[in-house]
């Protein structure tokens, strides 16, 4: 028999499974999915916050949507923001 994946297919199947049990484990295992379009929703925010918001310890606690031309305020007051009905927190600097 003839593996016919491509060279890295591994790589990409590791990182796809990683990405489906990191939203598990973060969202879906703390809530009722209703059906295919709810899932879709809460699917579409966490990977919003993952992408925007999460720090990755790899990118030096930045999210990979980082702008590195972007300063980030340090001071003023910090607001709390609920996502997914309060499962997972997001910290903002308030306007």
């Known amino acids: 028999m003839v593996d016919a994946a491509a060279p890295g297919a591994g790589a990409v199947a ?6 489906i049990t990191c939203t ?5 295992d703390r809530m009722l999915i ?9 699917l579409n925010e966490y990977r919003d916050h993952y992408n ?6 790899a990118r030096g606690q930045r ?4 702008d590195e031309h972007v300063v980030m305020p340090i001071a003023g007051r910090i607001e709390r923001h609920e996502i997914f ?3 997972i927190n997001e910290y903002r600097r308030a306007a």
């Not at 590791?14 to 990405?19: D, G, M, Y």
């Not at 209703?34 to 809460?42: I, K």
């Not at 999210?63 to 980082?66: G, K, Q, S, T, V």
């Open 85 to 87: 009905g309060g499962v």
């Open 63 to 66: 999210p990979p949507d980082h």
């Open 34 to 42: 209703y059906g295919e379009r709810h899932l879709r929703s809460v």
């Open 52 to 57: 925007t918001h999460r720090p990755h310890q």
């Open 24 to 28: 598990a484990a973060a969202c879906t």
């Open 14 to 19: 590791a990182a796809a499974w990683t990405a």
